[in-house]
């Protein structure tokens, strides 16, 4: 087996990719027509990539059978052409989920306490101690969250350690979850707006989230508010953004631009460059060592399950099913046989699952089951679930969408 590393990865990962027995071509600066010319020669059969896009003439002219993303999202993968090619994508997710919490915390404090412009004053001779004396503070404000994964979930964490509420909106979270998470919940992301004095966005760009925070969302927002994008620029409609920073005062944290380049040193030029709110860094999220370090393992372990048993851990491009009419969450203690438990009575109960999500709350003592189900559970079929000693409670609601 050829695994092809078209991107920059840690020499662990190398050297566990290597201890897999597979050939590693680690060609870090391939892109554009020169990363199709070396999937051709090479015949590689994985492809791992960070940044570098991956497109429909790469890959049809490869004879790849996965691709690996070393991070979370796969908006640089044509994933419609991978598919049509039988190609498997997929992708690291979680693994760089405290750094992009952690920079996101830092561009909060950044907005509210204009650190880039005290260094930049400084830097210049001027002591303006009068003019930077003067922000709001965050204990005991709101902060809002769209987006409930597992990044969402460390910015509860650090939420509490500032002593701030935290309200939120997200696909999966259902009131129980809410509640096991101590959070307040919202309908939509408007709600979230009105509600919050920081804002930050957590979700992956798809056809559904691509400007999903539009201008219903800004005009929502709270005047002298905080809203901070660690996520995919294109989530945003840029010129909602822009109105919102001039005409209520809105100060950004922003560490995803619109045509941002896609080299690591380049130039950039947008619409919120230079504008006096935006507080930027450079799409450095996941750029820590320790997240690298995670992300280079889960890669070694990705490789090894294909190449073992030609099946991976979270492809992206599997067909979601649709049949799913009613979700169940449960929830218990974090115990071995519990899922079984559960899986084993709607097994006898003739329910299939379509998919499932185990979430470990803090503290790693319990935690919340959602299983997405193609029929409305029976009482009798609950009552059956609930006789396991774990299982605190379970419940089955009609699912409605998003």
């Keep these: 087996m050829k695994v092809l590393v078209a991107d920059k990865f840690e020499s662990t990962g190398r050297e566990g990719l290597t201890r897999l027995g597979v050939e590693v071509l680690y060609e870090p600066d391939l892109s554009g027509p020169k990363l199709t010319e070396r999937l051709a020669e090479t015949e590689a059969t994985v492809l791992v990539v960070r940044s570098t896009t991956v497109d429909k003439d790469a890959i049809h002219a490869s004879k790849l059978g996965l691709i690996i993303?070393?991070?979370?999202?796969?908006?640089?993968?044509?994933?419609?052409a991978a598919s049509?090619?039988?190609?498997?994508?997929?992708?690291?997710?979680?693994?760089?989920?405290?750094?992009?919490?952690?920079?996101?915390?830092?561009?909060?404090?950044?907005?509210?306490r204009r650190i880039s412009d005290n260094v930049a004053d400084l830097r210049q001779g001027v002591w303006n101690k009068k003019e930077y004396s003067q922000s709001r503070g965050l204990y005991g404000r709101t902060l809002g969250l769209i987006g409930t994964g597992k990044i969402a979930q460390e910015m509860i964490t650090r939420a509490r350690a500032f002593g701030m509420n935290v309200v939120a909106f997200g696909r999966w979270l259902t009131p129980d979850l809410a509640a096991g998470l101590q959070i307040g919940r919202a309908s939509n992301a408007t709600e979230v707006a009105m509600m919050s004095d920081v804002i930050s966005v957590h979700v992956a760009l798809t056809p559904e989230t691509k400007g999903m925070l539009d201008s219903r969302f800004f005009d929502a927002m709270r005047p002298n508010s905080i809203f901070v994008n660690t996520s995919r620029a294109e989530v945003v409609m840029q010129d909602a953004l822009f109105e919102a920073l001039t005409t209520k005062n809105i100060r950004a944290g922003l560490d995803v631009f619109e045509g941002e380049p896609e080299v690591a040193v380049g130039s950039y030029s947008g619409p919120l460059q230079s504008h006096p709110n935006v507080y930027a860094t450079h799409h450095i999220g996941a750029s820590t060592d320790q997240a690298q370090e995670a992300i280079a393992q889960e890669v070694v372990t990705i490789v090894r399950e294909y190449r073992n048993k030609g099946q991976v851990p979270n492809v992206v491009n599997v067909k979601r099913a649709v049949a799913a009419t009613h979700l169940l969450v449960v929830r218990h203690l974090d115990r071995v046989g519990v899922l079984a438990h559960v899986l084993g009575v709607l097994k006898d109960e003739g329910i299939n699952v379509q998919e499932m999500e185990n979430i470990v709350l803090s503290g790693a003592s319990s935690a919340i089951a959602q299983m997405s189900v193609d029929r409305a559970l029976s009482e009798?079929?609950?009552?059956?679930?609930?006789?396991?000693?774990?299982?605190?409670?379970?419940?089955?609601?009609a699912m409605t969408g998003d």
């Design 84 to 112: 049509e090619q039988g190609i498997m994508v997929t992708n690291c997710p979680g693994k760089n989920s405290q750094a992009v919490a952690e920079l996101a915390w830092g561009l909060i404090i950044a907005a509210d």
């Design 69 to 80: 993303r070393a991070g979370a999202g796969v908006n640089t993968i044509d994933v419609r």
């Design 380 to 397: 009798d079929a609950l009552l059956k679930v609930k006789l396991n000693p774990n299982i605190f409670d379970a419940r089955s609601f």
